[in-house]
């Protein structure tokens, strides 16, 4: 009894001593936890000042910082965020006029120049020999990236452009299956490439070295605009950019920039999914005009050239010997570990599909 | 004609979070989706102020103008409303409005998100008025019923007014005006910074008389 | 030739942004979507929709319901 009572005292003297600080703190000026940021102090002031003046608290509002809410998700907490409007200025803006107006361009330019130049022919006789260019490992990869590619870029281009392109043609319906239907192959391809890249990239880089004699090739883009053929080694300067710009730099770009945007499940905000939604918006649009380059020069552009990416990756000496001198070469003193082909083709036969 | 309006009076809420649960249980709406949220800023802090959100019916929507399938629409009474079935679930919505309105019932690998779903003014969807498939996919359909939307109606302290703008606007001047701190709130110093702020020499003078 | 013009041309008409959707009376993009009077509580009567509407909206201003002093 008597501890009990003796505790009772000792509580009720704690308890004043904890109030009196607060009693004593009882002066107008409102306690903000020191933590707690200046918006919040001059919301706590301006209420005394000017009561019902909530200024500090909407601009705060607009400083996108996370609030207090019950409801749980991504950036629930944040009332306001105005980067969207950027966004949605830069997507269909700039980045779909321009980007689409450079692509319309380059196939234009390379539709002209074919119709003004025609493909670029052989010189010299077939030889009848045929050297093996790729292997069915390099012919794999290659293709492998090529097609996840071609869907990337045609499902790409439904989703920017195909509200304003195809929706008015097929109507609503149509068009909205065709959505679902690029939206989930571009989300589900778009990993296929960037590993089958990664692959491409390992295959193909011994060959895609910088060489001194590259650097002679840009005079006259390897013969392209008039003038003699300057050799090169497997690949010449040009797919060497192709290969760097495109498959290594672009390439890095989009698939950043994609897996970003294909992983929400990582709770990223929206900010960064803008910003990566214009990035790879204009990453991608600059790879599908290089692309357009490469397609033309690997098929109709250069006579012979396809072959070496067909059935069975092989090309006629005459072709290597012009297209690719220093290759040639060096598959002629077997210094690539590459053996010529041993089939001997008629001249002027088309290599066969089978081996 | 009537421009459909939400107005959150950040001096009357309360933080109840009576209207996001007026609009679940009124539209029956998923677990993770929320198409209304009351956000509280400076919580804890003497002049917290809460606000009530969800899809405020913009009249120039940014999720209108960057939907690839052009699911989203506008009716005449200036309702932002969308079609599910059209929906192919990319979330350019989602980044494009600033308020965080439109909902997705998943945030999945390879950006499978389902169909968006968000606030509808309680107007549900292109699907015939109160018919079974328009509830399922979008909700009750109050405003075919003559009625305004439930959270708005359900709103205890009328923090939350729905309706014609014209209407709520007057509503909320009048009270404005009843409050009686017209142009001790608004004006020169509050809009552009006080004199004070441009005369240091000052300042110790002005907090004294403050405080 | 002329055609080969036009196609790039149409093309590059699908580039940039677009007015926002326009509401036409009843109708979206192709897809009907009946006006809100247009049921069994209204038959179609607008008016008494917007006065249904209206009555909602006024209803909410509780100072029209409460006795004040100002």
């Known amino acids: 009894m008597r501890t009990s009572h003796g505790s009772f005292v000792w509580r009720l003297f704690l308890l004043l001593a904890l109030l009196a600080p607060g009693l004593a703190a009882a002066a107008p000026q409102p306690f903000v936890p020191p933590s707690s940021p200046e918006s919040a102090r001059e919301q706590a002031q301006r209420q005394q000042a000017q009561p019902y003046n909530n200024a500090p608290m909407w601009r705060d509002v607009r400083s996108e910082r996370e609030h207090q809410t019950q409801v749980?998700?991504?950036?629930?907490?944040?009332?306001?965020?105005?980067?969207?409007?950027?966004?949605?200025?830069?997507?269909?803006?700039?980045?779909?006029?321009?980007?689409?107006?450079?692509?319309?361009?380059?196939?234009?330019?390379?539709?002209?120049?074919?119709?003004?130049?025609?493909s670029i022919k052989v010189t010299s006789p077939p030889a009848g020999k045929m050297i093996q260019r790729f292997n069915d490992w390099e012919r794999w990869v290659h293709w492998s990236v090529a097609i996840t590619f071609c869907i990337l870029a045609i499902s790409g281009l439904i989703i920017l452009f195909g509200k304003n392109v195809l929706l008015p043609i097929i109507g609503h319906t149509l068009f909205s299956w065709l959505a679902i239907l690029s939206k989930n192959l571009h989300n589900f391809v778009g990993p296929l490439f960037i590993f089958s890249a990664l692959v491409m990239f390992v295959t193909y880089v011994k060959?895609?070295?910088?060489?001194?004699?590259?650097?002679?090739?840009?005079?006259?883009?390897?013969?392209?605009?008039?003038?003699?053929?300057?050799?090169?080694?497997?690949?010449?300067?040009g797919e060497k950019v192709w290969f760097w710009l495109g498959l290594f730099v672009l390439t890095i770009i989009v698939a950043v920039t994609g897996l970003i945007l294909d992983f929400p499940n990582f709770e990223q905000g929206r900010a960064i999914m803008q910003q990566a939604n214009v990035v790879?918006?204009?990453?991608?649009?600059?790879?599908?005009?290089?692309?357009?380059?490469?397609?033309?020069?690997?098929?109709?552009?250069v006579e012979g050239a396809y072959d070496s990416m067909r059935t069975n990756g092989q090309v006629d000496e005459a072709w290597a010997k012009e297209h690719h001198g220093y290759w040639y070469e060096d598959v002629k003193a077997?210094?690539?570990?590459?053996?010529?082909?041993?089939?001997?083709?008629g001249a002027g036969q088309v290599p066969q599909a089978g081996r | 004609m009537a421009r459909m309006k939400f107005i959150s009076d950040a001096e009357r809420c309360i933080e109840c979070n009576g209207c996001v649960t007026a609009c679940k249980n009124e539209h029956e709406i998923p677990w993770g989706v929320n198409r209304r949220r009351v956000v509280t800023i400076d919580d804890g802090i003497p002049g917290e102020r809460s606000i009530s959100v969800a899809c405020m019916h913009c009249?120039?929507?940014?999720?209108?103008?960057?939907?690839?399938?052009?699911?989203?629409?506008?009716?005449?009474?200036?309702?932002?409303?969308?079609?599910?079935?059209?929906?192919?679930?990319?979330?350019?919505?989602?980044?494009?409005?600033?308020?965080g309105a439109p909902q997705f019932p998943q945030d999945g690998a390879f950006g499978l998100r389902g169909k968006m779903d968000k606030c509808t003014f309680c107007a549900g969807g292109p699907e015939a008025d109160g018919s079974e498939a328009e509830f399922?996919?979008?909700?009750?359909?109050?405003?075919?019923?003559?009625?305004?939307?439930?959270?708005?109606?359900?709103?205890s302290t009328k923090a939350l007014l729905g309706g014609d703008g014209d209407v709520i606007a007057d509503i909320y001047r009048n009270r404005v005006v009843f409050r009686g701190k017209g142009s001790e709130v608004w004006g020169w110093g509050t809009a552009y910074g006080k004199p004070e702020k441009q005369q240091p020499q000052q300042q110790p003078a002005a907090q004294g008389a403050k405080s | 030739m002329t055609a080969a013009a036009l196609v790039p041309l149409g093309l590059v008409a699908g580039c940039g942004e677009k007015p926002v959707t326009v509401y036409k009376a009843g109708k979206y993009q192709g897809k009907a979507d009946s006006q809100p009077w247009?049921?069994?509580?209204?038959?179609?009567?607008?008016?008494?929709?917007?006065?249904?509407?209206?009555?909602?909206?006024v209803a909410q201003n509780e100072y029209a319901r409460v006795a004040h002093s100002k």
Not at chain 1, 212 to 224: L, P
Not at chain 2, 143 to 151: N, Q
């Open chain 1, 334 to 345: 077997d210094r690539t570990g590459q053996k010529a082909a041993a089939g001997v083709a």
């Open chain 2, 136 to 155: 399922k996919k979008y909700g009750r359909n109050r405003i075919s019923e003559g009625k305004l939307p439930a959270c708005a109606e359900m709103c």
């Open chain 2, 59 to 99: 009249s120039d929507a940014p999720c209108i103008a960057v939907c690839p399938v052009d699911t989203i629409y506008k009716t005449t009474e200036g309702i932002v409303l969308h079609d599910k079935d059209l929906c192919i679930g990319c979330g350019y919505c989602f980044y494009a409005c600033p308020f």
């Open chain 1, 207 to 237: 060959d895609n070295l910088w060489k001194s004699y590259d650097f002679r090739w840009f005079k006259n883009m390897g013969g392209m605009l008039g003038g003699e053929h300057i050799p090169s080694g497997k690949f010449n300067a």
């Open chain 1, 72 to 118: 749980r998700g991504i950036e629930t907490g944040v009332l306001v965020q105005s980067g969207g409007e950027t966004w949605r200025e830069l997507r269909n803006g700039p980045v779909s006029l321009i980007g689409g107006l450079l692509l319309v361009a380059i196939a234009a330019i390379i539709l002209l120049f074919h119709v003004m130049h025609g």
């Open chain 3, 38 to 57: 247009d049921n069994e509580r209204f038959k179609g009567d607008r008016n008494a929709w917007e006065k249904a509407i209206k009555d909602r909206s």
């Open chain 1, 280 to 301: 790879h918006a204009i990453a991608a649009i600059l790879y599908m005009a290089l692309s357009l380059g490469h397609i033309y020069m690997g098929t109709i552009g």
